[in-house]
């Protein structure tokens, strides 16, 4: 038997167990059941749209595809910058906005007040049934502060459609002699901005002309639909898949096609039958087109549906030959799942594999390579081994920097993980200067609304939120946040961790409520996309309990506790930085109700873990030490207390500085010792906020 064969063999059977693919209780969650409904929907929506829209223009010269209907103009501005005086400057001028548009329908031969009909039916909305002319009612104040909110970065003057209208034409050719009217008509009204979505249609299928016009310096929307279209698409429930997609297929347009034709790719598996047979079939087959699809549906940067991304990726691994490049790639992949889930064990088992593979057949300074190192130090933080990950993600720069050089995004990621890293072991000066290397070449390189961008702003914030920088940290945090929020969706883990931990900044910062509002919508969206056992969960749940106990909710802060720290000893193990800190912030709850022997035991758990996995200077050991010396300080044992507040006073000195709240926090515990400040206000800090790195795809 030659070397490679029994390489394959030894590859098969080490691995057989983790690319097993067990379909035989298959089952959908509500979540994943809720999304491939919808991508069936959508695709039934579009295809019919799209059939219809063929069907209404064989018999004419599709008149709207000429170039003088092109879409042109940026989004325009409101003289106004409050959302309240572009209210009221809205309800000032529109009354000559609506006298306008119905001179012009009339003028065309149309009654604006007729009842749109298709096919006898009219065309009914939320507002009742459309017009040939409809004018709605301004959009009103909660609505658009959300909107101004959402997509315009807080800014009023975007607010466009504060006044709208719509016209409802039975052909193109009266679309048309409309839309030649109002450009007629310059004295009284200026078009600044057209949308043609019939030429280039929502995702949905769905197609209008959308035009803003400039009617006495106020900006107002006209949308202009042709009937059969616009009857077709309210009774698919068109704008319902739009609504829910919307956060899937924001960006550029090649962000739409890129990821409607992976819906297409789906096709007729999903439409017209059970979702979940459907699904399963797919998984059961050899069609590679429909399981790359799903593959990517479910993957991190769309759905964030991971268990369904491991079958799809363990399936397409089956219909490889075994040991060639490909195969390994493949490995890398359903290790990259594994690690998604939380299940770090078998993400590195696979990563090794693939890494060995790799290694003979490309090479220790193949691009390919170097992310699969990369990736296995991602691992080995998750994991709480920061040596080792710090050690690999040298070795991964090193090569990068040599095949790639330094303004590549994959060595700037690279850059950006070792900052994790070392903020992780509490190196914080080493952390910021590489966070802030990373983050000047992922501009320069990406933009600032690039994923991988995003994550390394709320990198530094959390490197600045341990600084006790809560000023910058907040400016980042928002940046990051509204930038995912906008580029991935609300739902999506990288945005729901970035709310985690500006959560735990407004807890640091004492403002509760909005630290509580935050928690309690990642926790959320982590429980139901990634599972209520999933280590970015049980953080999250972790430090809610935190805030619990800060607003002196003893009870229910010690049940999440309880709740998060079965879990990561289960998820993690006893070791892990998350665990310890769990155990730490337990025992804070203990020893603010006066269970000083409770919190010592604890302090003491997590103590003897810290000097294991982080070492004796890291700042999370120095204050579970200064906690520990606060219980034996209540304890009246003053000596013992003494002894450990001052090792720890000098460590955070070094690490952290005489300014920050910790140092502080220990100076005045040890003026309390030495009887210098009577009836001083104990406030022990929480844990140390851990951090979650960015992931390869």
């Given at each position: 038997m030659s070397s490679k064969q029994?390489?394959?063999?030894?590859?098969?059977?080490n691995t057989s167990d983790l690319l097993a693919l067990d379909l035989e209780n298959f089952s959908l969650s509500p979540y994943i059941e809720e999304i491939f409904t919808n991508v069936a929907g959508l695709l039934l929506c579009k295809k019919k749209a799209d059939n219809l829209y063929l069907d209404s223009v064989q018999s004419n010269d599709k008149l709207l595809e000429d170039p003088e209907f092109q879409s042109f103009g940026a989004p325009p501005e409101q003289a106004f910058n409050t959302v309240e005086g572009v209210i009221t400057d809205a309800r000032q001028k529109k009354p000559e906005f609506d006298n306008l548009l119905q001179m012009i329908v009339e003028e065309k031969g149309l009654d604006?007040?007729?009842?749109?009909?298709?096919?006898?039916?009219?065309?009914?909305?939320?507002?009742?049934?459309?017009?040939?002319?409809?004018?709605?009612?301004?959009?009103?104040?909660?609505?658009?502060?959300?909107?101004i909110k959402n997509k315009y970065d807080g800014n009023a003057r975007f607010l466009s459609d504060v006044g709208r209208a719509t016209i409802v034409c039975s052909t193109e050719e009266e679309l048309v002699n409309v839309i030649r009217a109002l450009r007629k008509r310059?004295?009284?009204?200026?078009?600044?901005?057209?949308?043609?979505?019939?030429?280039?249609?929502?995702?949905?299928?769905?197609?209008?002309?959308?035009?803003n016009v400039k009617v006495n310096n106020h900006v107002f929307e006209i949308?202009?639909?042709?009937?059969?279209?616009?009857?077709?698409?309210?009774?698919?429930?068109?704008?319902?898949?739009?609504?829910?997609?919307?956060?899937?297929?924001?960006?550029?347009?090649?962000?739409y096609q890129k990821r409607t034709e992976i819906f297409d790719r789906i096709g007729e598996a999903v439409l017209g039958s059970n979702i979940t047979i459907a699904i399963k079939m797919i998984l059961e087959g050899t069609d590679e087109k429909k399981l790359e699809a799903l593959k990517e549906i479910t993957a991190l940067n769309i759905f964030a549906t991971h268990d369904i991304n491991l079958m799809a990726n363990k399936r397409l691994q089956a219909l490889m030959k075994i040991g060639d490049v490909k195969w390994y790639n493949g490995l890398k992949n359903i290790a990259l799942a594994y690690d998604n889930q939380g299940k770090y064990d078998e993400a590195m088992e696979?990563?090794?594999?693939?890494?060995?593979?790799?290694?003979?057949?490309?090479?220790?300074?193949?691009?390919?390579t170097l992310v699969t190192i990369g990736s296995m130090a991602i691992v080995y933080v998750n994991q709480g081994k920061y040596d080792k990950a710090l050690e690999l993600d040298q070795k991964a720069l090193e090569g990068q920097l040599l095949a790639l050089?330094?303004?590549?995004?994959?060595?700037?990621?690279?850059?950006?993980?070792?900052?994790?890293?070392?903020?992780?072991?509490?190196?914080?000066?080493?952390?910021?200067?590489?966070?802030q290397k990373a983050l000047e070449g992922q501009l320069s390189a990406l933009g600032d609304n690039h994923p991988s961008t995003l994550v390394?702003?709320?990198?530094?914030?959390?490197?600045?939120?341990?600084?006790?920088?809560?000023?910058?940290?907040?400016?980042?945090?928002?940046?990051?946040?509204?930038?995912?929020?906008?580029?991935?969706?609300?739902?999506?883990?990288?945005?729901?961790?970035?709310?985690?931990?500006?959560?735990?900044?407004?807890?640091?910062?004492?403002?509760?409520?909005?630290?509580?509002?935050?928690?309690?919508?990642?926790?959320?969206?982590?429980?139901?996309?990634?599972?209520?056992?999933?280590?970015?969960?049980?953080?999250?749940?972790?430090?809610?309990?935190?805030?619990?106990?800060?607003?002196?909710?003893?009870?229910?802060?010690?049940?999440?506790?309880?709740?998060?720290?079965?879990?990561?000893?289960?998820?993690?193990?006893?070791?892990?930085?998350?665990?310890?800190?769990t155990m730490s912030n337990m025992a804070v709850v203990y020893f603010s109700?006066?269970?000083?022997?409770?919190?010592?035991?604890?302090?003491?758990?997590?103590?003897?873990?810290?000097?294991?996995?982080?070492?004796?200077?890291?700042?999370?050991?120095?204050?579970?030490?200064?906690?520990?010396?606060?219980?034996?300080?209540?304890?009246?044992?003053?000596?013992?207390?003494?002894?450990?507040?001052?090792?720890?006073?000098?460590?955070l000195l070094s690490v952290l500085g005489e300014a920050h709240p910790s140092t502080l926090n220990t100076k005045a515990w040890i003026s309390q010792v030495n009887g210098k400040r009577e009836g001083w206000i104990h406030g022990l800090m929480k844990c140390w906020s851990s951090h979650k790195s960015h992931r390869w795809e």
């Open positions: 029994q390489q394959e063999t030894t590859v098969n059977n604006p007040n007729q009842e749109v009909m298709v096919n006898g039916e009219p065309i009914v909305k939320d507002f009742g049934s459309y017009k040939i002319l409809t004018l709605t009612d301004l959009k009103n104040e909660k609505r658009c502060h959300t909107k310059k004295e009284e009204v200026d078009i600044v901005r057209i949308k043609n979505r019939v030429t280039n249609p929502l995702f949905t299928g769905g197609r209008h002309i959308l035009m949308q202009l639909h042709q009937a059969d279209l616009l009857f077709y698409y309210t009774n698919a429930d068109g704008h319902k898949y739009y609504e829910f997609f919307l956060e899937h297929f924001v960006g550029t347009s090649a962000y696979l990563y090794q594999q693939a890494l060995e593979g790799q290694l003979s057949a490309m090479g220790d300074n193949h691009p390919s050089g330094e303004a590549h995004p994959s060595t700037l990621e690279t850059i950006g993980h070792m900052a994790i890293v070392y903020c992780r072991q509490g190196k914080y000066d080493k952390a910021l200067e590489l966070d390394t702003m709320g990198n530094m914030a959390t490197l600045y939120t341990e600084l006790g920088k809560y000023d910058k940290a907040l400016e980042l945090y928002q940046k990051a946040l509204e930038g995912q929020s906008s580029a991935m969706g609300d739902n999506h883990p990288s945005t729901l961790f970035t709310m985690s931990n500006m959560a735990d900044l407004y807890t640091e910062l004492g403002k509760y409520d909005k630290a509580l509002e935050l928690y309690q919508k990642a926790l959320e969206g982590q429980s139901s996309a990634m599972g209520d056992n999933h280590p970015s969960t049980l953080f999250t749940m972790s430090n809610m309990a935190a805030l619990y106990s800060e607003q002196e909710k003893y009870d229910k802060a010690l049940e999440l506790f309880q709740q998060a720290l079965e879990g990561q000893l289960s998820a993690l193990g006893d070791n892990h930085p998350s665990t310890l800190f109700q006066g269970k000083y022997d409770q919190a010592l035991e604890l302090f003491q758990q997590a103590l003897e873990g810290k000097l294991l996995a982080l070492g004796d200077n890291h700042p999370s050991t120095l204050v579970t030490m200064s906690n520990i010396a606060s219980v034996y300080f209540r304890q009246g044992n003053y000596d013992k207390a003494l002894e450990l507040f001052q090792p720890s006073l000098e460590g």
